[in-house]
């Protein structure tokens, strides 16, 4: 089998389930779910072949695996393989505690490095954009972005005062504010979910036109 009857194969297969996919705009179907299903093992096959040849081999060929072997390097290189032992013991009643300990682990882990990401890759760079958007030709949209921002990051704000009746609510000037960032979450959703489906027209545009020009030669 040629590459070129691969990629024609490719394409077909890309198109149906593209199709597919779209069936749902007519409803809950068997169609849908079977394509679903579909990406969902694909996306499943395609995680754990990266993570075994991106993390799992590398890191062994870097301590257990390396060369002089040393204790040092075998312990580190087993602490990952014992925090997924650990979990695998949350599941029975009687060493629950040590499956408690390995998620905890994971989990401070994980939050330390999602923190840290965000810090210095989002937030960061985010509060250094908006400061450049005050340039003196470019007033207007940096006034904005920074409404914007500040409006976004109050409608999250869940402070507020107690009343006399026991009634928590927020004062008014943060619920203006806060219905204005809401306002903007909702325009920035609607336009994203718009590209997206402009970009699946797209696709599928692309590829039935493709289809018919083979057909057609």
């Known amino acids: 089998m040629t590459p070129q009857t691969l990629e ?35 996306a499943a096959a395609f995680v754990l072949i990266v993570a075994l040849e991106s993390v799992v081999l590398p890191w062994l060929n870097q301590t257990v695996l390396a060369q002089p072997l040393t204790p040092a390097n075998t312990a580190i290189g087993l602490i990952p393989f014992l925090l997924a032992l650990m979990l695998v013991f949350k599941g029975s009643p009687r060493f629950v505690g040590l499956g408690n300990l390995g998620l905890t682990v994971v989990i401070g882990v994980g939050v330390a490095l ?35 921002t500040i409006s976004v990051l109050v409608y999250f704000t869940y ?13 008014l000037p943060v ?24 970009s699946a027209l797209s696709v599928l545009t692309s590829v039935v036109v493709d289809r018919l020009l083979s057909f057609v030669r």
């Open 8 to 42: 024609q194969i490719g394409a077909i297969v890309g198109a149906v389930l593209t199709l597919m996919v779209f069936s749902y705009l007519l409803g809950d179907n068997f169609l849908y779910r079977l394509a679903v299903h579909v990406f969902i093992g694909v």
């Open 114 to 148: 999602a923190l840290s990401g965000a810090v210095s890759g989002t937030l960061v760079p985010f509060v250094a954009a908006t400061v450049r958007g005050f340039r003196p030709d470019n007033v207007l949209n940096g006034f904005i972005v920074l409404v914007g």
């Open 159 to 171: 402070s507020g005062v107690r009343r006399p009746s026991g009634e928590v609510t927020q004062l």
């Open 175 to 198: 619920r203006f504010v806060g219905l204005l960032g809401q306002g903007i979450i909702a325009v920035t959703l609607g336009a994203t979910y718009a590209l997206l489906i402009l």
